[in-house]
Nanobody, 115 residues
């Protein structure tokens, strides 16, 4: 199992930027996919960005061109750079790790974008 802790959320004006971090510990050698999800009030959780081992990054249409997912060399920390933020980006952001043995989640970090 992998333990995940997000950080970097906060309140920002529309057009601003935030950088989220996800720190992974535990059985990180088994991580095969690194993901960011978000959940807006009253809505279902949706995938925002993903980065698979040996593969490129992929994004949901709503954030493509504004958000960028990246990882460190050890692949035990990943990031979500969020630029040109919009009020509709508001929500709780979760990092997710898919491993050989589990599908693990962090506790989430709140992102609020004011208009």
């Amino acid at each position: 199992q992998v333990q995940l802790v997000e950080s970097g959320g906060g309140l920002v004006q529309a057009g601003g930027s935030l950088r989220l971090s996800c720190a992974a510990s535990g059985r990180t050698a088994g991580i095969r996919g690194m993901y960011w999800y978000r959940q807006a009030p009253g809505k279902q959780r949706e995938m925002v960005a993903r980065l698979a081992t040996g593969g490129g990054a992929d994004y949901t249409d709503a954030v493509r061109g504004r958000f960028a997912i990246s990882t460190n060399k050890a692949r035990n920390r990943w990031y979500l750079q969020m630029d040109s933020l919009k009020p509709e980006d508001t929500g709780v952001y979760y990092c997710n790790a898919v491993t050989n043995w589990s599908n693990d989640w962090g506790q989430g970090t709140q992102v609020t974008v004011s208009s």
